[in-house]
C-alpha cells in the first residue's frame, strides 16, 4: 500500500513559478514510477508527466514541455514537479500517482493516487 500525498498549489499570476510535491509512504518508492496528471473543472483527466523509476526517464505532455521539469528524490520518498512560466490554461487539480514498474501515461493505469492540490493560475 502506497500514500500519496500532494502539496505546494496555490493562486499565482499567468507567468510565475509553482513547485508541487509528492510525498509517498512506503518503503519501496523506487519500485514505483511517478505520474502526474491534472484535471480542470469540467475536464476529464490528463497526463502532464512522469518519470521512471530511477529517475533517469522523464516524459513531458505536449502543453507542458519545455515548462514543467518533474524530478525524484527517492532518499525522501518524494517527487516534485516545477511548474514555470505558467498560463490560465494550467489551472487545475494536480494529482500524484504511482505504478509499480514502468511509466504509464494513463490515470487509469495507475495503482495509487492521492487528493490532489489546487493550482490557480490568473491572467
Known amino acids: 500500500q502506497v500514500q500519496l500525498v500532494e502539496s505546494g498549489g496555490g493562486l499565482v499570476q499567468a507567468g510565475a513559478s509553482l513547485r508541487l510535491s509528492c510525498a509517498a509512504s512506503?518503503?519501496?518508492?523506487?519500485?514505483?514510477?511517478m505520474g502526474w496528471f491534472r484535471q480542470a473543472p469540467g475536464e476529464e483527466h490528463e497526463f502532464v508527466a512522469a518519470?521512471?523509476?530511477?529517475?533517469?526517464?522523464?516524459t513531458y505532455a505536449d502543453s507542458v514541455k519545455g515548462r514543467f521539469t518533474v524530478s525524484r528524490v527517492n532518499a525522501k520518498n518524494t517527487v516534485y514537479l516545477q511548474m514555470n512560466s505558467l498560463k490560465p490554461e494550467d489551472t487545475a487539480v494536480y494529482y500524484c500517482?504511482?505504478?509499480?514498474?514502468?511509466?504509464?501515461?494513463?490515470?487509469?493505469?495507475?495503482?495509487?493516487w492521492g487528493q490532489g492540490t489546487m493550482d490557480t493560475v490568473s491572467s
Open positions: 518519470i521512471s523509476r530511477s529517475g533517469y526517464s522523464t
Open positions: 500517482a504511482a505504478v509499480e514498474g514502468r511509466v504509464r501515461l494513463t490515470l487509469d493505469e495507475y495503482d495509487y
Open positions: 512506503g518503503r519501496t518508492f523506487s519500485s514505483y514510477s
